[in-house]
């Protein structure tokens, strides 16, 4: 079976490697950026017991990409008027910051990906039996969702001088109303994630500006993408009724209340591994039944 992955984030290279295992399988990978320039800004924090299930499932062990080890998380609340604040302090056991880059990388180890290279669909359609979209909110190969709810988010990846970083360990703010929140996860060597988003769009890029000014750093890269946090029920087609099928983000695997992809999406590539000789309604039932919590 020939089948193209088109976006090379963790779920489109959770594929690559797994469906590569299959001789069966011709698989080709295609990313829109440059292989030098390929790069994952979003948040890089997750869950380490789930993650290493899926990275084991890829022949890699996950506690090799850890950068953090988180073991408490403070949680500063703003009230609505924005005159009272309240602090909550949650110890964490698991969530950490790792190596997305790095991982992402050894996925795709020994598979086929054409970077800088984004294809014509009809051209995928001559070459291809399966066209899997993982390209996330842009879901470029799918008709566009017939419901969806999105929230605007600015992301940057920082460098700060290692006796001067804002925090040691993870830290979240909410903004006034519960609209979303500010978040800093830190990374290894004074290196950080920050970013915010926000349901309104009144509080992220302000917020962010402000704190940068506040603790000097060195900005490595910025991006500015909106999060598709519709439950999957919300997102479909999942098909364009051809070749295409989505996976992951570009099908509203996203967990709503926290804005987080990764392992959703993954779990969604393996849902699709599963179903692969199956029919396309086999894989639209057990994705809309796993996450159904979702809608709630």
Known sequence: MKIAVVGIGVAGAYLMNRLSDDSDNHVVGFERMPKAHHDAVCAWATCQNVMSGLAKNCGLNFDQYILHDGKHMKVDLKETNGTRDNSIDIRLKGMVSYDKLKLIQDMIRGTKVEFGRVPKKENLESDFDIIIDSTGFHRNYLPKPKKEMWIPCVQYKVKYDNDNTPYDDFYLQTFPSMTGYFWYFPLENGYAHIGAGDFQRRQNNKFVDQFLKK?????????????????????EPFTDGRKTVGVGESICTVYPLLGEGIIPSTWCAELFIQQLHNNIKAYMDVVLKRFRIYTI
């Open 215 to 235: 603790h000097k750093c060195e900005v490595i890269k910025k991006v500015g993408r909106p999060i598709r946090i519709s439950p999957p029920v919300n997102c």
